[in-house]
């Protein structure tokens, strides 16, 4: 009976290793259902939902993976599954629908299931990872549950406003897809490629068309945003997967996807940041892809990816010079089929090229936009900083920066001691705690005072040792991976990094330093962690130093996050 139990609990793991992308899909959908992304709308019809959805999700588990010696055995499970569903429903609403609660009851549900993977013995990495996605879901859910649409957003301002990019989702909501007749430097925001805009106004479209109130609509439409961040820890983890990663590593690598904040924070963005990086990764994973099979069949989704990308933020185009790095390397290995190549170069284009600029040849032609627009502040501005020297701003960690550990802006909104200047500093406090105006500190949630800077340190040194262990791979040769595949990524990483560096140069303000203008840095650096671990797998004293520390920093981070942003929910009554 064990022996069959082990190959039911397989098979139903396999159906959902084979079709992932469904599978992430049809699960935030069913939990988009569950109040739709705010906790005001949970209803007496959401817990019903909810416990609908557990108990047939229970039964179809029992079944389908024989959980019981026989038929009474299995129906004694259930029903103890069922006792334990609706009581830890009825908890949840009378605890005020605490987001919280909803997050530790689903971890403890979820570390059930890996006790049974492990009493049935199939306790795999994969299922491993497959439940630990799941529980990164949650968490993110989590999130937008308690965060309203208005809150830690940037440049979004408000529906039937007169600017951002809730207005610039409005304009195509009222106007279909009528282009602007106008200069679009004349609103804020308006100058950005509609790609997500777009998906955005179609989403509203529908849920209003089928009678939602408009404000709720205007919340509900988190879920995109949250779809889109748990879709990225996914192809990071199929990502991972072609750099060769597997057992613990891989485990490590996705762990710190999975319980990034930063993914937390751009689950409830509305700007284009989130289905940016979304389909940066996709380029990255269809790249190498390609680079296996270079046919032409496989290249199409490389130019559809990055040409997509383009179309929702211009920043897209730092996947080109890697992946033109590949399609070069690919082409001179193959030189006597360069006909082949140069035919499937030219579909890249065809596909790519369009997509990618189409919106900014038009404003040139149409408004005289300068192609690479973006918007300058004043430098009256208070957070100008561009009167430091390069030196001050790239080299002093000093003068507070680590005693005030959330990124500071003095804003009276916002009260930090100083505003930040440091684009290394701002990159790992915006990372974990999102930017000042629009992030979180202390000062406003008094409820992290003890716990923010635990998770700050245990970033910061998590921070460190995956970009050391990332640096360290992509120059060894000993990394598993082959040259190509190491300067592809280290050119990724190079014009991540060079771009971020100047982009904070050229425009001086404290909110340019920001995590979301290098996200897929946050992925790079986790796979260095991951091949780093895989390297050094041996039993001397310093490999099992190295290992065992670096489980216990990833464990350490993934426990602070969870604590510190369920924290920054509805408080329980006392």
Request: hydrophobic share 50%.
């Amino acid at each position: 009976m064990k022996q069959d139990t082990k190959k039911s609990v397989a098979a139903i793991f396999d159906s959902l290793s084979k079709h992932p992308f469904i599978s992430m899909m049809v699960f935030c959908v069913l939990l988009f259902f569950f109040g739709f992304c705010d906790v005001s709308n949970f209803t007496d019809a959401s817990y019903i939902y909810a416990g609908v959805i557990l108990c047939a999700v229970a039964a179809l588990v029992i079944l389908l993976g024989k959980i019981g010696k026989n038929l009474t055995e299995m129906i004694v499970i259930y029903l103890v599954s069922v006792a334990f569903i609706i009581g830890g429903l009825v908890l949840i609403h009378s605890y005020d629908n605490s987001p919280a609660l909803i997050l530790w009851l689903s971890l403890f549900l979820i570390a059930m299931i890996v006790a049974l993977l492990r009493v049935t013995d199939n306790l795999s990495t994969r299922n491993f990872i497959i439940l630990m996605i799941a529980a990164g879901v949650i968490l993110r859910l989590t999130y937008v549950l308690y965060t309203s649409w208005r809150v830690r957003q940037h440049d979004v301002g408000y529906f039937n406003w007169t600017w951002g990019h809730a207005n610039y989702i409005e304009y195509w909501y009222k106007n279909g897809l009528k282009l602007p007749d106008f200069d679009v430097r004349n609103i804020w925001q308006y100058y950005h490629p509609p790609f997500h805009h777009w998906l955005m106004a179609f989403f509203l479209r529908i849920l209003t068309d089928v009678g939602m109130e408009y404000g709720a609509a205007c919340e509900a439409l988190q879920f995109l945003p949250f779809l889109y961040s748990s879709l990225i820890a996914l192809v990071s983890y199929r990502v991972f997967r072609y750099a060769k990663l597997n057992g613990l590593p891989l485990v490590i690598a996705t762990a710190i996807m999975c319980f990034h904040p930063t993914f937390l924070l751009m689950g409830g963005f509305y700007n284009n940041d989130t289905l940016c990086v979304l389909l940066m990764m996709l380029s990255i994973l269809f790249a190498l892809k390609w680079y296996r099979k270079p046919t032409l069949l496989n290249i199409i989704p490389v130019a559809l990816s990055v040409g997509l990308g383009m179309m929702t933020k211009l920043s897209a185009w730092m996947v080109a010079p890697a992946i033109a790095v590949i399609f070069l390397y690919v082409f001179v290995k193959n030189i006597k089929s360069w006909l082949r190549f140069l035919g499937q170069f030219a579909v890249f284009g065809v596909i790519c090229a369009p997509l990618g600029l189409w919106w900014q040849v038009r404003n040139l032609l149409e408004f005289e936009v300068p192609l690479t627009y973006v918007p300058y502040l004043s430098d009256a501005d208070p957070q100008y900083c561009g009167d430091m020297s390069v030196t001050q701003r790239l080299f002093n960690f000093g003068d507070g920066q680590t005693r005030f550990v959330y990124d500071a802006f003095t804003d009276p909104n916002f009260g930090a001691p100083y505003n930040e200047f440091n684009p290394t500093v701002g990159l790992v406090k915006t990372s974990l705690f999102g930017e000042g105006q629009n992030g979180i500190s202390d000062l406003h949630f008094p409820q992290i005072e003890a716990t923010g800077p635990i998770l700050f340190w245990i970033g910061v040194i998590l921070a460190i040792l995956c970009f050391v262990a990332f640096v360290i791979m992509t120059i060894s040769r000993r990394s598993g991976l082959d040259g190509i595949s190491r300067v592809f990524f280290a050119i990724l990483a190079a014009t991540l990094l060079a771009s971020y560096y100047m982009f904070c140069f050229k425009f001086p303000f404290t909110c340019t330093m920001n995590i979301r203008y290098c996200v897929p840095l946050i992925p790079l650096f986790a796979m260095g962690l991951g091949l780093l671990l895989q390297r050094f797998g041996g039993d001397s004293v310093k490999e099992k130093v190295l290992r065992y520390g670096s489980y216990a920093l990833v464990g350490a981070f993934a426990l602070m996050t969870c604590i510190v942003y369920s924290q920054l929910a509805a408080p329980l009554p006392v």
